[in-house]
């Protein structure tokens, strides 16, 4: 596929930058102009503000602006990168922006100055999974961000759609099923990544739910951890770190004692967090 604008190819630019990818900060640069492309179409960029982490040489940024982003705002914790991205920015004025830092410790709300933003990233395989959850439990919600275009391990994207009984299926899956709607577009091979990773990924849309099971994220994470921290025994074993009346939980949210975590509908574990937080309160049995 041609270039899509005038800037130097991206193999150039990773040359003339020095910039191999550091399997330290867990980078494989996406390089194929058409799944770039693919993936900013994906993702309804146009006259919308972007947050992408992780840009790297700017491949995907490219593709984003192409597609009409009104604005992207790009998290490199890569220094080295910084100066291809400068050039990207001096192209498209006043539609990139970049942020020298760790996408773990930004205020995305503040950055994005209260407008809900899509985001959409090749995200560092090492730091991807933790980003997620942060912008799953954002509070509150609906949260800051319109959609997640997210590109994963495909291991990592098939535990974010499972469904209840597949071996997929844990804490991610709950989470993730439990505030949106989560899909797979389309995997990518590992010859399309400079360098190849070993693993084949997969690039997940996920849309935040307007209408939410009632529970709250806190306690939800906390019964999930204790329920799939020994997924594969039985509740009235795997859930006694909760503390308390471990049958008088599962009996008040109507679950089967004997059931494992991996057989437990998303409904369940709201049922079962709502019990939580009546126990904090004093009112549970």
Same mark, same amino acid.
């Given at each position: ?59 995907l940024t490219r593709a984003l602006l192409t597609a009409g982003a009104r604005r992207v705002i790009?998290?490199?914790?890569? +220094? ?5 991205? %400068? ?6 004025? &006043? #539609? !990139?922006? @970049? *942020?020298? /830092? ?52 495909? +291991? ?5 759609? %499972? ?6 299926? &844990? #804490? !991610?899956? @709950? *989470?993730? /099923? ?23 990924s997969s690039v997940v849309r996920l849309i935040p739910r307007t209408t939410l099971l009632p ?71």
């Amino acid at each position: 596929m041609a270039q899509a604008d005038d800037l130097p190819p991206l193999r150039e630019v990773i040359a003339t930058h020095g910039l191999a990818a550091r399997k330290s900060l867990g980078q494989n640069f996406l390089l194929d102009l058409n799944l770039t492309g693919r993936i900013a179409r994906a993702a309804e960029v146009e006259d919308r503000v972007v947050v992408e982490v992780g840009p790297g040489p700017g491949g995907l940024t490219r593709a984003l602006l192409t597609a009409g982003a009104r604005r992207v705002i790009a998290i490199e914790r890569d +220094e080295r990168c910084l100066p291809a991205l %400068a050039e990207i920015a001096d192209h498209y004025p &006043g #539609r !990139l922006q @970049v *942020i020298s /830092g760790d996408a773990l410790a930004v205020d995305f709300p503040a950055l994005v100055g209260g407008e809900p933003a899509q985001i959409v990233a090749n995200l560092p395989y090492n730091v991807g999974t933790a980003l997620l959850v942060g912008w799953l439990e954002s509070e509150p919600w609906p949260p800051w961000w319109r959609s997640l275009t997210l590109m994963f391990q495909r +291991e990592v994207a098939e535990r974010i759609v %499972a469904p209840p009984g597949s071996e997929a299926y &844990g #804490r !991610l899956g @709950v *989470i993730a /099923g439990w505030r949106t709607e989560a899909k797979i577009l389309f995997d990518i091979s590992p010859a399309a990544f400079t360098p190849p990773p070993k693993v084949t990924s997969s690039v997940v849309r996920l849309i935040p739910r307007t209408t939410l099971l009632p529970c709250a994220a806190a306690d939800l994470s906390r019964v999930t951890a204790a329920a799939f921290g020994q997924r594969r025994k039985m509740l009235r074993s795997s859930l006694k770190s909760l503390g308390g009346d471990t049958a008088a939980l599962i009996e008040a949210a109507g679950l089967d004692p004997t059931a494992r975590a991996e057989t437990v509908p998303i409904e369940g574990f709201a049922a079962l967090a709502r019990a939580v937080a009546a126990m904090k309160a004093g009112t549970a049995p």
